[in-house]
């Protein structure tokens, strides 16, 4: 039995290094791997590229990942949201890197990864500068742009529960941005609500398979979203 229970939330990110491509989970304030960006915080692993829907905000989660200045380059969609600070000051000051993308061309793009595919063609973008130095093409009459595949060296996702062997179960919308980060990214780390017993899952109910997962840890202290 192949069991990926970590022991904690600092043995679950040890191994990220310098450099690294780190995927991370949520949307708003639901399915954030909150625990796990501070364990990330507290490694203290630098120069990294932050793969997220947004920059964070106030002093939480990937706001501190850019506060203590571990951040060399954000790729996310929304990087200035209500609240959020840090971002704007380091962009003001040249001090970090921006790759802005259109949401739903984020999720195709690290869906694609996750694929195993070499990227796919959108009509977002087509005929202004986000199309710049990219490959175009008209299909059936339309124009698209070919957006390359999104991969990770690490991806830390947020679910409701799991068990031993990386099976995993979301919460309404805390099933976000998270599977498809599980399935781009060379490691996988989640954080859960809860660990069950391997075989209590539902089959039919199991978003991620373990088979994209490589560690899971449990939340020290349940907190107020549980997805």
Same mark, same amino acid.
């Given at each position: 039995m192949?069991n990926?229970?970590?022991e904690?939330?600092r043995?679950?990110?040890?191994?990220?290094?310098?450099?690294?491509?780190?995927?991370?989970? !949520?949307f *708003?304030?639901?399915?954030?791997?909150?625990?796990?960006?501070?364990?990330l #915080? &507290?490694h203290?692993?630098? %120069?990294?590229t932050?793969?997220?829907n947004?920059?964070?905000?106030?002093?939480?989660g990937?706001?501190?990942?850019?506060?203590?200045?571990?951040?060399?380059?954000?790729?996310?969609?929304?990087?200035?949201?209500?609240?959020?600070?840090?971002?704007?000051?380091?962009?003001?000051e040249?001090?970090?890197e921006?790759?802005l993308?259109?949401?739903?061309?984020?999720a195709?793009r690290?869906?694609?990864a !996750?694929? *195993?595919?070499?990227g796919?063609?959108?009509?977002?973008?087509?005929g202004? #500068? &986000?199309?710049?130095?990219? %490959?175009?093409?008209?299909?059936?009459?339309k124009?698209?742009?070919?957006?390359t595949?999104m991969?990770?060296?690490?991806?830390?996702?947020?679910?409701?529960r799991?068990?031993a062997?990386?099976?995993?179960?979301?919460?309404?919308?805390?099933?976000?941005?998270?599977?498809?980060?599980?399935t781009?990214?060379?490691?996988?780390?989640?954080e859960?609500?809860a660990?069950?017993?391997?075989?209590?899952?539902?089959?039919?109910?199991?978003?991620?398979?373990g088979?994209?997962?490589?560690?899971?840890?449990v939340q020290?202290v349940?907190?107020?979203d549980?997805?």
């Amino acid at each position: 039995m192949i069991n990926k229970i970590c022991e904690s939330l600092r043995a679950a990110v040890a191994d990220i290094e310098d450099g690294s491509v780190v995927m991370i989970g !949520g949307f *708003g304030n639901s399915g954030i791997p909150m625990q796990l960006i501070e364990a990330l #915080r &507290l490694h203290g692993a630098r %120069e990294l590229t932050i793969v997220s829907n947004n920059a964070g905000t106030a002093e939480e989660g990937i706001a501190s990942l850019l506060r203590d200045g571990l951040v060399r380059k954000m790729v996310c969609s929304f990087p200035r949201s209500s609240g959020s600070i840090w971002f704007e000051r380091l962009y003001e000051e040249g001090k970090i890197e921006l790759e802005l993308v259109p949401q739903g061309t984020l999720a195709e793009r690290i869906r694609a990864a !996750g694929a *195993g595919l070499g990227g796919v063609y959108t009509p977002t973008g087509y005929g202004t #500068r &986000l199309a710049d130095g990219k %490959e175009t093409k008209v299909i059936n009459g339309k124009g698209y742009v070919l957006e390359t595949a999104m991969p990770a060296d690490v991806a830390l996702i947020k679910a409701h529960r799991g068990d031993a062997w990386g099976n995993l179960i979301y919460n309404t919308a805390g099933r976000n941005f998270n599977p498809i980060m599980a399935t781009a990214a060379r490691i996988t780390i989640a954080e859960v609500n809860a660990v069950v017993e391997v075989g209590e899952l539902d089959p039919e109910h199991v978003v991620t398979p373990g088979i994209f997962v490589d560690r899971v840890v449990v939340q020290k202290v349940q907190q107020h979203d549980t997805a």
